[in-house]
């Protein structure tokens, strides 16, 4: 485990004028563009990245680099190159040879006027000192170039923690908790913080949470950053990026119905709290008002009580490996956050947060020490397109069915109407299963319902079911079951009597595109039934078709 980072560099008081104290946070990896190994194998957060949420890059000199083993301002030693953030700045890993820690020395070139907004936005954040933001200790204008001295960081970003796959609600809330919390700090001072993303949250090795990259410029506002505090949380049960919510963003964009809304985090991932999930959806949500930040942080707590003894023994697994909780007292010092107000959100996963009061020690060794780094996939500099990406490892994957894995179930029919049930999963929107036109939605009078059976093969924890109608307006449910009664007449009724409703799946009136959660258990048997049809546009019957129906599993 790496060293406790040391946490007690201040801002330089007595300097001369052109050296201004400033707290900010600014990383960057260069594996890939703009990525980092560092030695000990850990990582540190790419600068700036995001900045094509804001729509566009300035162009910055980038002329100028200075050697490794240069001494800075006759105290900061140059030790390694890190790599050029997207503004053209030059990170290097440093020592300060005075207080021997570990520094990290961001340069832009030139200095003076072309570095009063980076200057600039650090110095409204220099009198804040929060354990979740990243310490700066020193910056310098130099005229033809400037830096800024700041804490080293031996960690991960949340970027790359999704790319292994979504974090449980309790780690999720736990790094989210301490990101609003670093952010009400900043707000209190009446600044935003501008570039809350998965680039600038980290996770370091000693278990500490930490926003870095702060900007003080006229597109930060506290209602921005609230919102990107949800995307934050959405990303972490999810692993995916909600671009049109906050940004486009190199981490894959969340799943859409066809009309484009995003998906609830429930119908991504199964196991999601509700009232997490309503959360997670009311501050993605547009047309709702946003809490303060200090507000937030206090529903954020309310998930659970935290004590210290539960965590004493520690261990948690993930990936197989074993996750000691252990360091970052100095959350465990912090305020406790008030209870929310104006907002109703229900209370009732004890421990849920067991972590979320001491800040993020649920999120400390979330990772541990990546042997390998995974590639960050590019983005695209001012592009308003939701970005192709492939999804992350331990996401939801789409279940490939066979024809002889779908029927269509009709305990009343005379059987003229159950072929054609493989055009429902044949990937082709273009083709559709369809009933017969009855002259009343209620099958004429003749029947209770019809609808689509599917064998998964084996029993799969389901995310979701999309279910997507040629003629929408149908009245339907997803059922699941535990038995395959065969077909027939007698056995139909069999499944349907047997078959349970999926809780929350009953539509009065189904959309074009319809986004099931999937139940809480897995199961193997599912059936979509349809219980009213739905008017014909030429006002000539009433039938249903569906066109397809997607699968998502774990």
Same mark, same amino acid.
Request: charged fraction near 25%; aromatic fraction near 4%; charge should be negative.
């Given at each position: 485990m790496s060293e406790p980072l040391d946490l007690t560099g201040k801002v330089n008081l007595d300097a001369p004028p052109e050296r201004l104290g400033l707290v900010t946070a600014t990383r960057v990896t260069t594996d890939a563009p703009g990525e980092?190994?560092? #030695?000990?194998?850990?990582?540190?957060? $790419?600068? /700036?990245?995001?900045?094509?949420?804001?729509?566009?890059?300035? +162009?910055?000199?980038?002329?100028?680099?200075?050697?490794?083993?240069?001494?800075?301002?006759?105290?900061?030693?140059?030790?390694?190159?890190?790599?050029? =953030?997207?503004?053209? #700045?030059?990170?290097? #890993?440093?020592?300060d040879v005075i207080l021997r820690r570990p520094v990290a020395v961001v340069l832009r070139y030139p200095g003076g006027e072309s570095a009063k907004e980076m200057l600039g936005a650090a110095v409204a954040a220099s009198r804040i000192v929060h354990p979740h933001l990243v310490g700066v200790y020193d910056a310098i204008d130099e005229g033809h170039r400037a830096y800024v001295v700041r804490e080293w960081v031996d960690g991960i970003a949340l970027r790359e923690i999704v790319a292994s796959g979504p974090l449980d609600a309790g780690r999720s809330v736990a790094i989210a908790w301490a990101v609003t919390d670093a952010v009400a700090s900043l707000h209190g001072t009446g600044m935003a913080h501008g570039n809350v993303h998965p680039g600038t949250v980290l996770v370091a090795h000693d278990g500490r949470v930490v926003l870095t990259d702060a900007r003080a410029d006229d597109l930060a506002t506290p209602e921005t950053d609230i919102r990107a505090i949800g995307a934050v949380l959405y990303c972490a049960l999810t692993g995916y990026w909600p671009h049109r919510e906050a940004g486009t963003y190199s981490v894959p964009d969340g799943v859409r119905d066809s009309s484009g809304a995003l998906a609830a985090p429930r119908q991504v991932r199964a196991g999601v709290p509700t009232h997490l999930d309503s959360l997670v959806t009311d501050l993605l949500n547009p047309d709702l008002p946003l809490p303060s930040a200090e507000s937030l942080a206090g529903e954020l707590a309310s998930f659970g009580q935290f004590d210290e003894s539960d965590l004493a023994e520690g261990g948690a697994e993930r990936g197989g490996e074993q996750l000691d909780f252990e360091a970052f007292d100095a959350a465990s010092q912090s305020t406790a956050p008030p209870k929310p107000a104006g907002r %109703?959100?229900? !209370?009732?996963?004890?421990?849920?947060?067991?972590?979320?009061?001491?800040?993020?020690?649920?999120?400390?060794?979330?990772?541990? =020490?990546?042997?390998?780094?995974?590639?960050? @996939?590019?983005?695209?500099? &001012?592009?308003?397109? @939701? +970005?192709?990406?492939? @999804?992350?490892? &331990?996401?939801?994957?789409?279940?490939? *069915? %066979?024809?002889? +894995? !779908?029927?269509?179930? /009709?305990?009343?029919?005379?059987?003229?109407?159950? %072929? =054609?049930?493989? %055009?429902?999963?044949?990937?082709?929107?273009?083709?559709?299963?369809?009933? $017969?036109?009855? @002259?009343?939605? /209620?099958?004429?009078?003749?029947?209770?319902?019809?609808? !689509?059976?599917? =064998? *998964?093969?084996?029993? #799969?924890?389901?995310?979701?079911?999309?279910?997507?109608?040629?003629?929408? &307006?149908?009245?339907?449910?997803?059922r699941t079951g535990t038995t395959d009664f065969g077909s027939g007449a007698t056995q139909d009724q069999q499944t349907v009597d047997q078959y349970k409703v999926v809780e929350n799946t009953a539509k009065a009136a189904m959309d074009p595109t319809n986004l099931y959660v999937g139940p809480a258990q897995p199961t193997r048997y599912l059936l979509v039934w349809i219980t009213k049809l739905p008017k014909e546009s030429s006002g000539s019957g009433y039938r249903v078709a569906i066109a397809e129906i997607t699968v998502r599993v774990q």
């Open positions: 980092h190994t560092n #030695r000990k194998g850990g990582r540190v957060a $790419e600068l /700036d990245e995001g900045l094509e949420a804001s729509g566009g890059i300035p +162009q910055v000199l980038t002329f100028g680099t200075p050697s490794v083993g240069e001494i800075l301002a006759e105290r900061y030693q140059l030790e390694e190159h890190i790599g050029n =953030d997207s503004l053209g #700045r030059q990170l290097y #890993r440093g020592i %109703k959100l229900a !209370v009732g996963v004890v421990g849920l947060l067991v972590l979320a009061l001491a800040g993020t020690l649920a999120a400390a060794k979330v990772l541990g =020490d990546p042997a390998t780094p995974s590639e960050t @996939p590019p983005s695209t500099a &001012g592009s308003s397109a @939701p +970005q192709q990406a492939k @999804p992350p490892a &331990g996401q939801p994957t789409v279940l490939t *069915l %066979k024809s002889s +894995q !779908v029927r269509i179930v /009709d305990p009343k029919g005379n059987r003229s109407e159950v %072929k =054609d049930a493989e %055009k429902t999963i044949d990937a082709n929107t273009e083709t559709t299963w369809r009933t $017969e036109r009855y @002259p009343k939605a /209620d099958f004429g009078g003749k029947k209770d319902g019809m609808g !689509v059976w599917l =064998d *998964l093969g084996e029993a #799969r924890q389901i995310v979701s079911v999309e279910v997507k109608l040629a003629t929408p &307006g149908a009245s339907g449910e997803l």
